[in-house]
């Protein structure tokens, strides 16, 4: 139980582009997702908190013009990024929880490239 | 300051038995201590989670001390498939709420 999947895998994109990234809890409902960033050798830094419904609440630094977030439905959050560029090229992670408090459910990540 | 410290790196032998800590000073004081292992290019894996005390579950053990202001992740006669970056996440207080902070990680390595 407790399966988050992320959509897709893996992508590269060229510059300027958007990417939309989805993230899907498979067997249960989640009232919050969190979207994290990943670089090279480096911690999970989150950039954002989503309650289904509700606007996100982005973390200091993250333009949240450039990253979307939707949290339409208690199984589904989406980060689209908007006209990407290189240094955007990370590791995204979502991850998802039940309740308001308690453990988070990591999906597999998702590698973007923008060239 | 929200901010918690974990060694680089560490080297183990197979079979040995490892202990990564983790501090957090200003934890919050209702939140649990979570431990994560995470291979390349994959989300993070759960391991453990406590609150105080010592928690132990078929794949590890979690000591916590009386004033929580570090935990350590204890892995048992660990494996080659046990290399891999194992990071703390914890809870400080920000403002009216909290927020989770993971550790910088640690890098195991072990060797044959």
């Given at each position: 139980?407790?399966?988050?999947?992320?959509?897709?895998?893996?992508?590269?994109?060229?510059?300027?582009?958007?990417?939309k990234i989805e993230c899907r809890s498979l067997d249960f409902q989640a009232t919050t997702m969190f979207?994290?960033?990943?670089?090279?050798?480096?911690?999970?830094?989150?950039?954002?908190?989503?309650?289904?419904?509700?606007?996100?609440?982005?973390?200091?630094?993250?333009?949240?013009?450039?990253?979307?977030?939707?949290?339409?439905?208690?199984?589904?959050?989406?980060?689209?990024?908007?006209?990407?560029?290189?240094?955007?090229?990370?590791?995204?992670?979502?991850?998802?929880?039940?309740?308001?408090?308690?453990?988070?459910?990591?999906?597999p990540g998702t590698r973007l490239t923008v060239t | 300051l929200a901010k918690t410290t974990q060694p680089?790196?560490?080297?183990?032998?197979?079979?040995?038995?490892?202990?990564?800590?983790?501090?957090?000073?200003?934890?919050?004081?209702?939140?649990?201590?979570?431990?994560?292992?995470?291979?390349?290019?994959?989300?993070?894996?759960?391991?453990?989670?406590?609150?105080?005390?010592?928690?132990?579950?078929?794949?590890?053990?979690?000591?916590?001390?009386?004033?929580?202001?570090?935990?350590?992740?204890?892995?048992?006669?660990?494996?080659?498939?046990?290399?891999?970056?194992?990071?703390?996440?914890?809870?400080?207080?920000?403002?009216?709420?909290?927020?989770?902070?993971?550790?910088?990680?640690?890098?195991?390595?072990?060797?044959?």
């Amino acid at each position: 139980g407790a399966v988050v999947s992320q959509h897709p895998s893996w992508v590269i994109c060229k510059s300027g582009t958007s990417v939309k990234i989805e993230c899907r809890s498979l067997d249960f409902q989640a009232t919050t997702m969190f979207w994290y960033r990943q670089f090279p050798k480096q911690s999970l830094m989150l950039m954002a908190t989503s309650n289904e419904g509700s606007k996100a609440t982005y973390e200091q630094g993250v333009e949240k013009d450039k990253f979307l977030i939707n949290h339409a439905s208690l199984t589904l959050s989406t980060l689209t990024v908007t006209s990407a560029h290189p240094e955007d090229s990370s590791f995204y992670i979502c991850s998802a929880r039940p309740g308001l408090a308690g453990e988070q459910y990591f999906g597999p990540g998702t590698r973007l490239t923008v060239t | 300051l929200a901010k918690t410290t974990q060694p680089i790196s560490m080297d183990s032998y197979e079979g040995q038995e490892v202990n990564i800590t983790c501090s957090h000073n200003n934890i919050a004081t209702n939140d649990y201590i979570t431990w994560y292992q995470q291979f390349p290019s994959q989300g993070p894996r759960f391991i453990i989670q406590g609150y105080k005390t010592k928690v132990t579950n078929e794949v590890a053990s979690l000591f916590i001390p009386a004033d929580r202001k570090s935990s350590t992740l204890s892995l048992p006669r660990v494996s080659l498939s046990d290399t891999a970056v194992y990071y703390c996440l914890v809870g400080f207080p920000m403002d009216s709420s909290y927020k989770l902070i993971f550790g910088s990680g640690t890098r195991l390595l072990v060797r044959p």
